[in-house]
């Protein structure tokens, strides 16, 4: 939004749970946006709810009027995308920051779930004049799904969002060794994962901490509250809750970590990486690019507890492997994810710069 603003254009952001008094609403003021709060269930299956968004995003469009429309997560891309198009906008584009529930896992009801969410994307992303993925595996099974043509040139993938460099910047190593795991407390982050393995090493090296900072989601998939009083009352886990800032957090971590299933480009990673932290992660989508494995982390099987947990004693083992890896971290961040560079090819490919 900044990087728009610069250009001298008018910047309208569109969200739900945006009140008048609410903190991040006051922070896009600041910066210059007009801000417009809309009704929308994130996690909800009713479609007459959903009808009534379309709506809202429809007649909201045309009293703005825009010359452009960024849609990203999917209920926004795939309304906002249809609204727009409803609405006449003339450049449509849509960032698909990962694929979520619908796209994990196997059960049943999730298999269900996604035909519906394809058949969704497939109409709305028609609409759109180019489509931006944040890793190019989501872009590869998007047409191997016929969502988009593998001819069709809409596609562009980008580096994720980017991070500001200049904002996280390296901080010296703690003293006493600590993992972390930011992110919602869903299964598909990987976070039982984490919890089993920080066990494991526990047993061997009990003065070891692990850090978990994020909040209990509204998603089919969230961790229950009984669950992570366990993992606390254990000892497992310290748990910060849920932080505006993280920064603080990081600096006091030696190692981050995310063992999820499945992401676009996980900016939690993004953030530890440029302030100089080694990463383990999976070898997954979204979560594979960032790691050089052996360079400045490790990967690790999805679901793979045992060698979670091995990779985790590597770093115990060898602390050296902390700072030389937290090093190349922070070298990838600068010149890969960038934000100033992800944003410049958004940028081009929206015809704006």
Known sequence: MRALLAERLQVHVVAPDLPVNSVIRQQLEDLGAHVHEIYLKRTGMNPLTDLRTIYHLWYLIRQ?????????????????????????VPRRFALITGLGYAFT?????????????????????????KVFFQNQDD???????????????????????????????????????????IGRLLGDKG????????????????????GLLGW?????????EDELQQWIE??????YGRLTDVRPIIAESSIYVLPSYREGTPRTILEAMAMGRPIITTDAPGCRET????????????????????????????????????SRSRQIAEEKYD???VNRIMLKEMGIK
Not at 110 to 124: E, T
Not at 152 to 180: E, R, Y
Not at 291 to 310: M, Q
């Open 216 to 224: 209990i989601d509204e998603n089919p998939d969230a961790i229950s």
């Open 191 to 210: 976070v039982r994962e984490y919890v089993k393995a920080a066990s494991m090493v526990r047993k061997q090296h009990p003065d070891l901490r692990f």
């Open 339 to 341: 934000v100033n560079k």
């Open 64 to 88: 703005i009027k825009p010359d452009f429309l960024l849609s990203y997560t999917i209920k926004p891309v795939i309304y906002g995308n249809i609204a727009a198009w409803l609405a006449c």
């Open 139 to 181: 872009a590869s099974l998007f047409q191997s799904l016929r969502i988009i043509k593998s001819s069709d040139h809409k596609i562009c993938v980008v580096n994720g969002s980017g991070i500001d460099v200049s904002s996280f910047t390296v901080a010296p190593l703690p003293q006493i060794n600590q993992f972390l795991l």
């Open 105 to 129: 896992g196997d059960s049943r009801k999730r298999s269900w779930l996604k035909q519906i969410v394809q058949i969704l994307y497939r109409i709305a992303l028609g609409k759109a004049h």
């Open 234 to 239: 254990a000892g497992d886990v310290q748990f």
């Open 291 to 326: 790691v050089i494995d052996g360079e400045n982390g490790f990967l690790v099987p999805v679901k793979a507890i045992d060698e979670l947990a091995d990779a985790m004693l590597k770093f115990i083992e060898k602390p050296e492997l902390i700072t030389q890896m937290g």
